[in-house]
């Protein structure tokens, strides 16, 4: 239900704004103070019917976003208005009038409470930040308060707000929750303004992290995450007064409101870009211009359901600033956001997201072989056209016979001039002779191509013609034909005044007709005649103009020019390249170039895919000619399936034979070979070569029968190692789509250079992996097996590179099972810590590869029919598979909360030490007690040392049981009945 508010002008009762939300609540005034500090609706009141208290502000607007959360949303909700018009009251509140952060926190620990007798395991994490004059401060570092501490902002923040060093607290209790708030609160920066003397001068950002993990109705474990995003922005104000008006502010006040104003100017930016967006329209959305905006990416336009709060003031001085408001307000209830439910399906995938603090690496872009293969594709067609020109006939028989007379005489004087030459080169050295031979063939050379380059230069002047686009800009504009008046036939035969050669070509593929008028019209043969103007598919007489882009077939790519165009001369001087020709076809076909993305990693992705995408259609044309029955598709890679850090998926080639039904995925570098050899044996095919196929081993369209694929991946985090720690994991293992297709059991556990593996009562954890630095390191890999593969894999194995390694640790093979058991170990000895080997535990991932042999297909035959994909499908074809790849640029890569793996292994580390110091507290007290039983006055360091030192309780009672019997030196019993301790 929609509710409107009227905004009048204090000066103006004609001017009028009207502006629609979703709900609307009047707080200031109507209401009365209750004994216990509340503010309540006052009856006496005109305004006491309407007024919204704060419990009424919850229940409407943050209980149903918290319901959200519950359900595995991502939510977020901020409140956003000029200083001084509550924000901070809403979100914060004040005494006993708790705004909507605590009342959230308080009613999600109540569910908990209520959830207890069921079989859920929740957790929350807390996280506070604020951005003060574009730093990022963590108010829950207890330093912050005194130091105001600044921690540099992360330049990708995704799912949630952090930064580095950012405090995220596990809390376990609601009294833990508010009193991790009140701290942050506390240590939010605040100063007086002459609007408001408790102005918060900074965003606050709060993010609550809730995880219920849980049995699913299939017995396996799963986990909802939702990210809670609770945003206090900081109040906006007017600059411009600085006399002494009645919000002025100098000095280090006014560099913070001119910070907030920008932060907030660029908020406003980015919601107005948004909504935009939401109308269909095509606009970039500028979030890196602030951090601000950066934060609040995923909580604007992303995965989440986001509610804002707009406070305004309803005094006639503010009125510009209300307005303001409301006109922000009405922007950002224009945005669509697409939020879904965050179910982790298996809980026990660990990934890491720490590679948001890495700075990201450029890649060395690898030189493609295309430049010889496009020269050659060139020279050949050029040499097909040269070969097919008409040639004057010869002279008949008849003929031949009434001029030998003629012929005989103009021999024999041809050959007295050859006579003559001789003589006079007998004359000559042999180094005059060569000079003047190549003084010769250069000069006519020179005088050819100088003719030849000015009747096309006249030709181009005064005709339309088409000119060829090529990935090699050395190659472009080398082929050109001349559209001549009258009919202009393209295609393969050699009756084709315009002769291309290529895949999907057809004998006689198109005509160009040049009316007496010059208008240039194009029309397709037949329906099996492909060809695409500007992108689009051509299916009727269509007008050329200039700068036209055309492709013929997969592979031959054009750009129209039309000196005679009127339009050529004003309007239309777009500089057309092979790039911006393939981007067109592939954008029309649903390849999404153009995001908020201005990176290098994705302008070398774009860049690797306009290469591949024309490549992939030209293989596939190929196949379908040459009844390969094999099919070539686009797919980007996440980086984690490769065993690789990054941000970028890449782009791979995925590989489907018909016949045997296997699937390869090639890598760019050996699809581009591959493609070599396919043009090649086109090539002969094309000429009429008998032997233009080869056997099965060399047939660059199919793998070995034999050859082993990467079936899976699964990552796992090697952190609890550098704490001494076992780990025991189920992990997810993914296909290259990022999708789940089974399970991986793995252990790894600390022991001794034996192989003796250490257990609980050994306690050889450590409390920070510096500790290691320097000693032997000595733990044990067990893969056990998978769960759920594939059933087309048989010769199933795994193997992994530790740290330096330089060769893959390798499992035995196991036969045809969707759950192979491996129960394979590895005992891994380092003699000395190093640091490096420190930093890899703590921060490397041990990607573990499952590959395997792919069974065959039943009845495989290398005969058995065409591929069943039609020529007159391939468009519709490469439309869905745009569709597919961008969808998978999204998706590729299962996304998961960032946090989720520090919160485990913190968890770990934090129930270690807290029954050490819990060891060492039992320890002392022990010790007091003993002394105060046996009036001791002195008491030698050492026994304090072990005790403290110690790490089991049998080893604490050996060292007190020592002191009970004298067995320590220096310790003398107080005769004067103190219980007073002294240490020397």
Request: aromatic share 8%.
């Given at each position: 239900?929609?509710?409107g508010i009227?905004?009048?002008?204090?000066?103006?009762?004609?001017?009028?704004k009207?502006?629609?939300?979703d709900?609307?609540?009047?707080?200031?005034?109507?209401?009365?103070?209750?004994?216990?500090?509340?503010?309540?609706?006052?009856?006496?009141?005109?305004?006491?019917?309407?007024?919204?208290?704060?419990?009424?502000?919850f229940?409407?607007?943050?209980?149903?976003?918290?319901?959200?959360?519950?359900?595995?949303?991502?939510?977020?909700?901020?409140?956003?208005?000029?200083?001084?018009?509550?924000?901070?009251?809403?979100?914060?509140?004040l005494?006993?009038?708790?705004?909507?952060?605590?009342?959230?926190?308080?009613?999600?620990?109540n569910?908990?409470?209520?959830r207890k007798?069921?079989?859920?395991?929740?957790?929350?994490?807390?996280?506070?930040?604020?951005?003060?004059?574009?730093?990022?401060?963590?108010?829950?570092?207890?330093?912050?308060?005194?130091k105001?501490?600044?921690?540099k902002?992360?330049?990708?923040?995704?799912?949630?707000?952090?930064?580095?060093g950012?405090?995220?607290?596990?809390?376990?209790?609601?009294?833990?929750?508010?009193?991790?708030?009140?701290?942050?609160v506390?240590?939010r920066?605040?100063?007086?303004?002459?609007?408001?003397e408790?102005?918060?001068?900074?965003?606050?950002?709060?993010?609550?992290?809730?995880?219920?993990?849980?049995?699913?109705?299939?017995?396996?474990?799963?986990?909802?995450?939702?990210?809670?995003?609770?945003?206090?922005?900081?109040?906006?104000?007017?600059?411009?007064?600085?006399?002494?008006?009645?919000?002025?502010?100098?000095?280090?006040?006014?560099?913070?409101?001119?910070?907030?104003?920008?932060?907030?100017?660029?908020l406003?930016?980015?919601?107005?870009?948004?909504a935009?967006?939401?109308?269909?329209?095509?606009?970039k959305?500028p979030?890196?211009?602030?951090?601000?905006?950066?934060?609040?990416m995923?909580?604007?336009?992303?995965?989440?359901?986001?509610?804002?709060?707009?406070?305004?003031?309803?005094a006639?001085?503010?009125?510009d600033?209300?307005?303001?408001?409301?006109?922000?307000?009405?922007?950002?209830?224009?945005?669509?956001?697409?939020?879904?439910?965050?179910?982790?399906?298996?809980?026990?995938?660990?990934?890491?997201?720490?590679?948001?603090?890495?700075?990201?690496?450029?890649?060395?872009?690898?030189?493609?072989?295309q430049?010889?293969?496009a020269?050659?594709?060139?020279?050949?067609?050029?040499?097909?056209?040269?070969?097919?020109?008409?040639?004057?006939?010869?002279?008949?028989?008849?003929?031949?016979?009434?001029?030998?007379?003629?012929?005989l005489?103009?021999?024999?004087?041809?050959?007295?001039?050859?006579?003559?030459?001789?003589?006079?080169e007998?004359?000559?050295?042999?180094?005059?002779r060569?000079?003047r031979?190549?003084?010769?063939?250069?000069?006519?050379?020179?005088?050819?191509?100088?003719?030849?380059m000015?009747?096309?230069?006249?030709?181009?002047?005064?005709?339309?013609?088409l000119?060829?686009?090529?990935f090699?800009?050395?190659?472009?504009?080398?082929?050109?034909?001349?559209?001549r008046t009258g009919?202009?036939?393209?295609?393969?035969s050699?009756?084709?005044?315009?002769?291309?050669?290529?895949?999907m070509?057809?004998?006689?593929?198109?005509?160009?007709?040049?009316?007496?008028?010059?208008?240039?019209?194009?029309?397709?043969?037949?329906?099996?005649?492909?060809?695409?103007?500007?992108?689009?598919?051509?299916?009727?007489?269509?007008?050329?103009?200039?700068?036209?882009?055309?492709?013929?077939?997969?592979?031959?790519?054009f750009?129209?020019?039309?000196p005679?165009?009127?339009?050529?001369?004003?309007?239309?001087?777009?500089?057309?390249?092979?790039?911006?020709?393939?981007?067109?076809?592939?954008?029309?076909?649903?390849?999404?170039f153009?995001?908020?993305?201005?990176?290098?990693?994705?302008?070398?992705?774009?860049?690797?895919?306009?290469?591949?995408?024309?490549?992939v259609?030209?293989?596939?044309a190929i196949?379908?000619?040459?009844?390969?029955?094999?099919h070539f598709e686009?797919?980007?890679?996440?980086?984690?399936f490769?065993?690789?850090?990054?941000?970028?998926?890449?782009?791979?080639?995925?590989?489907?034979?018909?016949?045997?039904?296997?699937?390869?995925?090639?890598?760019?570098?050996?699809?581009?070979?591959?493609?070599?050899?396919?043009?090649?044996?086109?090539?002969?095919?094309?000429?009429?070569?008998?032997?233009?196929?080869v056997?099965?081993?060399?047939?660059?369209?199919?793998?070995?029968?034999?050859?082993?694929?990467?079936?899976?991946?699964?990552?796992?985090?090697l952190?609890?190692?550098?704490?001494?720690?076992?780990?025991?994991?189920?992990?997810?293992?993914n296909?290259?789509?990022?999708?789940?297709?089974?399970?991986?059991?793995?252990?790894?556990i600390?022991?001794?250079?034996n192989g003796q593996?250490y257990?609980?009562?050994?306690?050889?954890?450590?409390?920070?992996?510096?500790?290691?630095?320097?000693?032997?390191?000595?733990f044990?890999?067990?893969?056990?097996?998978?769960?759920?593969?594939?059933?087309?894999?048989?010769?199933?194995?795994?193997?992994?590179l530790?740290?330096?390694?330089?060769?893959?640790?390798i499992?035995?093979?196991?036969?045809?099972?969707?759950?192979?058991?491996?129960?394979?170990?590895?005992?891994?000895?380092?003699?000395?810590?190093?640091?490096?080997?420190?930093d890899?535990?703590?921060?490397?991932?041990?990607?573990?590869?499952?590959?395997?042999?792919?069974?065959?297909?039943?009845?495989?035959?290398?005969?058995?029919?065409?591929?069943?994909?039609?020529?007159e499908?391939?468009?519709?074809?490469?439309?869905?598979?745009?569709s597919e790849?961008?969808?998978?640029?999204?998706?590729?890569?299962?996304?998961i909360?960032?946090?989720k793996?520090?919160?485990i292994?913190?968890?770990?580390?934090l129930?270690?030490?807290?029954?050490?110091?819990?060891?060492?507290?039992?320890?002392?007290?022990?010790?007091i007690?003993?002394?105060?039983?046996?009036?001791?006055?002195?008491?030698?360091?050492?026994?304090?040392?072990?005790?403290?030192?110690?790490?089991?309780?049998?080893?604490?009672?050996?060292?007190?049981?020592k002191?009970?019997?004298?067995?320590?030196?220096?310790?003398?019993k107080?005769?004067?009945?103190?219980?007073?301790?002294?240490?020397?």
């Open positions: 239900m929609e509710e009227i905004l009048n002008h204090p000066e103006d009762d004609e001017n009028r009207r502006f629609i939300y709900r609307i609540f009047w707080s200031h005034d109507g209401f009365t103070e209750a004994q216990n500090g509340l503010f309540v609706a006052d009856n006496n009141h005109p305004n006491g019917e309407i007024y919204a208290d704060q419990q009424c502000i229940q409407t607007l943050a209980l149903p976003l918290l319901n959200n959360a519950w359900r595995g949303y991502n939510v977020s909700l901020f409140c956003y208005g000029q200083t001084g018009s509550g924000k901070s009251f809403t979100m914060v509140g005494g006993n009038n708790k705004g909507l952060v605590p009342r959230i926190c308080e009613e999600l620990f569910i908990i409470d209520n007798g069921m079989d859920i395991n929740t957790e929350v994490n807390l996280s506070m930040l604020e951005l003060y004059s574009e730093n990022v401060r963590d108010l829950l570092d207890t330093e912050t308060a005194v105001k501490k600044g921690l902002i992360r330049e990708h923040p995704v799912k949630g707000f952090f930064a580095e950012l405090i995220r607290c596990t809390v376990l209790s609601q009294k833990e929750i508010m009193e991790k708030f009140e701290q942050g506390t240590n920066s605040i100063s007086a303004t002459n609007m408001n408790t102005s918060s001068r900074s965003h606050m950002i709060i993010t609550i992290t809730l995880s219920q993990r849980s049995m699913n109705l299939n017995g396996n474990e799963e986990t909802k995450t939702s990210v809670i995003n609770l945003v206090d922005l900081a109040g906006s104000e007017r600059l411009t007064d600085l006399a002494g008006g009645r919000n002025s502010v100098t000095g280090d006040r006014f560099r913070e409101s001119v910070a907030i104003n920008q932060s907030l100017s660029c406003g930016n980015c919601i107005h870009a948004l935009e967006k939401a109308n269909g329209r095509n606009v959305v979030y890196r211009e602030s951090v601000l905006t950066r934060l609040l995923n909580a604007l336009g992303g995965n989440s359901k986001t509610a804002m709060i707009a406070n305004i003031s309803p006639d001085i503010n009125y600033e209300t307005l303001s408001t409301l006109r922000y307000a009405d922007r950002a209830k224009q945005i669509q956001n697409f939020a879904k439910i965050n179910i982790d399906n298996t809980d026990k995938i660990i990934k890491d997201l720490k590679e948001e603090n890495e700075k990201l690496k450029k890649l060395l872009e690898k030189e493609a072989n430049s010889a293969v020269a050659a594709t060139a020279a050949a067609a050029a040499a097909d056209a040269a070969a097919n020109q008409f040639f004057p006939l010869s002279k008949s028989s008849q003929s031949y016979y009434d001029d030998d007379k003629i012929r005489e103009e021999e024999i004087q041809a050959i007295m001039k050859e006579n003559e030459r001789k003589l006079n007998l004359r000559q050295t042999y180094e005059e060569l000079q031979e190549r003084d010769d063939q250069s000069h006519k050379e020179l005088e050819e191509n100088r003719k030849q000015e009747k096309e230069k006249q030709e181009k002047e005064t005709n339309p013609y000119s060829n686009l090529n090699d800009e050395q190659l472009v504009d080398k082929i050109i034909y001349i559209i009919t202009n036939l393209i295609g393969k050699s009756d084709c005044p315009i002769q291309l050669m290529g895949p070509i057809q004998d006689h593929h198109a005509v160009i007709n040049r009316t007496e008028n010059e208008k240039i019209i194009l029309e397709r043969i037949d329906d099996e005649c492909r060809i695409l103007l500007n992108g689009d598919i051509v299916t009727h007489k269509v007008n050329l103009a200039h700068n036209d882009r055309l492709l013929f077939g997969t592979s031959q790519l750009v129209f020019r039309n005679l165009d009127n339009q050529n001369s004003h309007g239309n001087s777009l500089n057309v390249t092979y790039e911006l020709a393939q981007e067109e076809i592939a954008s029309k076909s649903g390849y999404n153009h995001n908020d993305d201005n990176s290098f990693e994705q302008a070398l992705l774009n860049k690797e895919l306009l290469e591949l995408i024309p490549a259609e030209e293989a596939n196949s379908e000619e040459l009844e390969k029955m094999v686009n797919v980007l890679v996440s980086p984690i490769l065993g690789k850090i990054g941000r970028k998926p890449e782009p791979y080639v995925h590989v489907l034979n018909s016949n045997t039904g296997q699937e390869f995925l090639w890598s760019k570098e050996k699809f581009l070979d591959r493609m070599y050899f396919m043009k090649q044996m086109y090539h002969f095919y094309e000429t009429g070569e008998e032997e233009w196929d056997p099965l081993e060399e047939d660059p369209f199919t793998e070995n029968l034999n050859a082993e694929c990467l079936i899976g991946t699964a990552q796992l985090y952190q609890p190692l550098a704490y001494m720690i076992e780990i025991k994991e189920h992990l997810s293992v296909d290259f789509t990022g999708q789940e297709i089974g399970v991986i059991n793995i252990e790894i600390p022991c001794d250079e593996e257990g609980e009562q050994d306690d050889v954890y450590v409390d920070t992996p510096q500790e290691l630095l320097g000693k032997s390191l000595n044990i890999v067990k893969i056990i097996g998978c769960r759920g593969l594939p059933n087309k894999f048989t010769e199933i194995y795994v193997k992994y530790m740290f330096i390694d330089e060769n893959y640790t499992s035995d093979k196991v036969g045809v099972t969707v759950n192979p058991n491996f129960n394979f170990k590895k005992l891994f000895h380092y003699s000395h810590v190093t640091q490096p080997l420190i890899y535990l703590k921060e490397g991932i041990l990607n573990i590869e499952i590959w395997g042999r792919q069974l065959l297909k039943s009845g495989y035959s290398i005969t058995n029919g065409r591929y069943e994909t039609g020529k499908m391939l468009q519709e074809e490469l439309s869905k598979a745009g790849l961008m969808n998978g640029f999204k998706m590729n890569g299962r996304v909360d960032p946090n793996q520090s919160i292994v913190e968890l770990l580390l129930k270690k030490q807290q029954a050490r110091m819990h060891q060492r507290i039992d320890n002392i007290k022990k010790l007690e003993i002394a105060e039983k046996q009036r001791y006055r002195l008491i030698p360091v050492e026994i304090l040392k072990e005790l403290i030192f110690t790490t089991s309780a049998e080893s604490a009672d050996d060292i007190l049981s002191m009970l019997n004298d067995g320590y030196p220096m310790m003398m107080n005769t004067n009945q103190s219980t007073t301790c002294t240490i020397s």
